[in-house]
T-cell receptor, first 114, second 111 residues
């Protein structure tokens, strides 16, 4: 498996601002993903973070709203831009350590937008 | 793309009884089926998984069965305990590709 940390663990933001979430892994991993989980709901994939290139976004998610960086094989950031109360949610990163392995999740970032 | 359905959405059982959660998938190319447990306020944790070349897998009180023909797989928890209370998610994927998650089952084990 992999040890995954996320910063911040929680934040309260004003609408119209942005929040950048960091995901750090203790070893190089092949794949990194960003998910959103709204209260009582399932996991919704936002995008696959690609090392050294633009992220691959799922339907309904766009780069302008959710810019993602992955400068190397152990680190990624997700920015949630122009925040609105509807963005209040838990954001989780996940990783696949090596090809053929399962996904492991970070502890999540709980975001509240006022 | 893949579509995963999960039932039931909520499940209550008496301590010591068994619990069964069922998932169906639509893409016959899917070949990897993990199950995650998510306790309140915690991250999803892998509890068991199965690949399409296997029909059943067991790990102590937990088992998963897979029927490739019918495109469904199930999680079985025997001798349930209060600490089994959590939300359980199934997922389907092709190895190396993204996961498609079910909608979750909230399991409550009543002491």
């Amino acid at each position: 498996s992999a040890v995954i940390s996320q910063k911040p663990s929680r934040d309260i933001c004003q609408r119209g601002t942005s929040l950048t979430i960091q995901c750090q892994v203790d070893s190089q991993v092949t794949m990194m993903f960003w998910y959103r989980q709204q209260p009582g709901q399932s996991l919704t994939l936002i995008a696959t973070a690609n090392q050294g290139s633009e992220a691959t976004y799922e339907s309904g998610f766009v780069i302008d709203k959710f810019p993602i960086s992955r400068p190397n094989l152990t680190f990624s950031t997700l920015t949630v831009s122009n925040l609105s109360p509807e963005d209040s949610s838990i954001y989780l990163c996940s990783v696949v350590p090596r090809e053929g392995e399962t996904q492991y999740f970070g502890p999540g970032t709980r975001l509240l937008v006022l | 793309g893949e579509n995963v359905e999960q039932h039931p959405s909520t499940l209550s059982v008496q301590e010591g009884d068994s619990a069964v959660i069922k998932c169906t998938y639509s893409d016959s190319a899917s070949n990897y089926f993990p199950w995650y447990k998510q306790e309140l306020g915690k991250r999803p944790q892998l509890i068991i998984d199965i690949r399409s070349n296997v029909g059943e897998k067991k790990d102590q009180r937990i088992a998963v069965t897979l029927n490739k023909t019918a495109k469904h797989f199930s999680l079985h928890i025997t001798e349930t305990q209060p600490e089994d209370s959590a939300v359980y998610f199934c997922a389907a994927s092709m190895v190396g590709n993204q996961f498609y998650f079910g909608t979750g089952t909230s399991l409550t084990v009543i002491p």
